[in-house]
């Protein structure tokens, strides 16, 4: 039987290929099975060895968490300071808008009495106009 031509599917040959459970025919050589890899050969390692690299790695742990706090820490404080400047422009606009409206309630409390002042002005300029147009035509 001739191995190259069993790959090739056909209804006769089809029969021919030998299946995986029946015994390989005389003279060739077996299928390669599945490679897996050889197991690694378990070495004892010194308990000394393991604890200095579990400490290594809970150090090398630490430090990330210390860092990833100082970086947070100091995006807060970045934030933190963002808002003070912007209270502090907030507060500002507060004070002038109170301002403005203090100069705006005085303003209006002055018209008031220009025109109470400027009312009475005309009036005595008006009895006094009366009287002087009154003297003249009386007899």
């Not at 209804?11 to 995986?20: D, G």
């Not at 393991?50 to 809970?58: A, G, H």
């Not at 970086?71 to 606009?93: C, G, N, P, V, Y």
Request: net charge negative; charged share 35%; aromatic share 2%.
């Amino acid at each position: 039987m001739n191995w190259s031509n069993l790959f090739i599917v056909d209804v006769e040959s089809v029969k021919a290929v030998p299946s995986p459970s029946s015994p390989l025919p005389e003279g060739l050589p077996p299928p390669p099975g599945p490679l897996t890899p050889p197991a690694p050969a378990a070495a004892p390692e010194d308990p000394q060895k393991v604890e200095e690299e579990q400490r290594k790695t809970l150090r090398k742990t630490r430090r990330s968490r210390i860092k990833e706090l100082e970086d947070t820490r100091a995006e807060l404080a970045e934030k933190q300071l963002k808002l003070l400047e912007r209270e502090k422009e907030l507060l500002d606009k507060d004070q002038t808008v109170s301002t403005l409206r203090e100069e705006l309630d005085l303003e209006r409390k002055l018209r008031a009495l220009l025109t109470k002042e400027k009312d009475k002005a005309e009036e005595q300029a008006a009895l006094s106009m009366g009287l002087c147009t009154g003297a003249f035509t009386l007899p």
